[in-house]
């Protein structure tokens, strides 16, 4: 079945850890995108890459970065420098700027 | 001022109800997404639309492009369809999500 896997489901992280959560897909799809999404807010983009080797910076990249070796996986390493990181972070992928976009099922972070 | 709003923020309807949710944008857009996250946190895309209407099951979305307005419909209401639905708009290769409207549909 094609879909986008993130894993972990749920991540502790101590204070000045940084943490790396992984995203793949398997739709062949060029496009990928990291959300942050906090109670009572929508979502916000932290990175995306519209193709291998590339991404740009979102609304709130500051102390996240992210790499895109593959067209498959696309992880984002919370650094330390993220001030407020417990969240709860989700990944997308579409086609094109104008299809329709599949999400991962999230991954939970904590920090302890 | 967000450039997604939905309304209600919260909702709570009994079981068989005919239910509404609204969405507000104020940036112009290629499509329109109603999303729909269950308890867990996974998010199941339900509608892209541009123009129009489209029907899926129980479920109706309608967007007019020169108000920038959509709306999510749901047709006799079940318990099962309690979760936050979501708005998003795609524009310039990422979309903005409106902060989601809480659905709770008692038996």
């Not at chain 2, 099962?80 to 979501?86: E, G, H, L, N, Q």
């Amino acid at each position: 079945d094609g879909g986008i896997t993130q894993s972990p489901k749920y991540l502790f992280r101590k204070e000045g850890q940084n943490v790396t959560l992984s995203c793949e897909q398997n739709l062949n799809h060029d496009a990928m995108y990291w959300y942050r999404q906090d109670p009572g807010q929508g979502l916000r983009l932290i990175y995306y890459s519209q193709i291998v080797n590339d991404f740009q910076k979102g609304d709130i990249a500051e102390g996240y970065s992210v790499s895109r070796e593959k067209k498959e996986s696309f992880p984002l390493t919370v650094t330390s420098a993220q001030k407020n990181p417990t969240a709860f972070y989700l990944c997308a992928s579409s086609t094109g700027v104008n299809t329709e976009a599949f999400f991962g099922q999230g991954t939970r972070l904590t920090v302890v | 001022k967000n450039e997604v709003e939905q309304s209600p923020q919260n909702l709570t309807a009994q079981e068989g109800e005919f239910i509404t949710i609204n969405c507000s944008y104020s940036v112009g857009i290629s499509a329109l997404h109603w999303l729909q996250q269950h308890p867990g946190g996974g998010i199941v895309s339900l509608f892209m639309l541009s123009s129009g209407k489209k029907k899926h099951g129980r479920l109706i979305a309608t967007i007019n492009i020169q108000e920038k307005h959509s709306s999510l419909h749901i047709t006799a209401s079940h318990p099962r369809d309690s979760a936050v639905y979501i708005c998003a708009v795609r524009r310039m290769g990422d979309m903005r999500f409106g902060a989601g409207t809480r659905l709770t549909v008692k038996p």
